[in-house]
């Protein structure tokens, strides 16, 4: 009985071992291609509102949330992409528009409104 524990203590550990690899090299892969990718990078405008959520959609699908302090970052294939951001409750003052995407480029954009529109405003850097 104590042999037959100790073999599946050690094929359990070796499968562990064999999944932590595997995902190792997944993060690598990922790590390798995001470069040929392009970045997309928001803040929110410090005249946004502290507590005012910012919603954004690539290519109709949700993509993440941010606020004031924090800075949204995604890595986009390269090609045309839709952008889609809003405020909760205010789906009239979106802003909508589309990124065309260059292998390596980041695009970088400060999140800014009025009482009727949101806005994308471009930066050369969001630190």
Request: net charge positive.
């Amino acid at each position: 009985m104590k042999r037959l524990n100790s073999v599946f203590l050690v094929l359990a550990v070796g499968a562990l071992l064999f999944m932590g690899a595997n995902q190792s090299r997944a993060g690598q892969s990922e790590y390798n291609s995001r470069s040929a990718n392009g970045v997309l990078r928001m803040k929110h405008s410090p005249t946004l509102g502290i507590n005012i959520p910012i919603a954004v959609w690539i290519d109709g699908f949700q993509s993440g949330a941010f606020t004031r302090g924090h800075v949204y970052e995604r890595s986009l294939a390269p090609g045309r992409h839709s952008l889609y951001a809003s405020r909760p409750g205010q789906l009239y003052s979106s802003f909508y528009g589309t990124l065309d995407v260059r292998p390596g480029e980041t695009y970088s954009f400060v999140v800014k409104s009025t009482p009727n529109q949101l806005y994308l405003i471009p930066v050369g850097r969001i630190d």
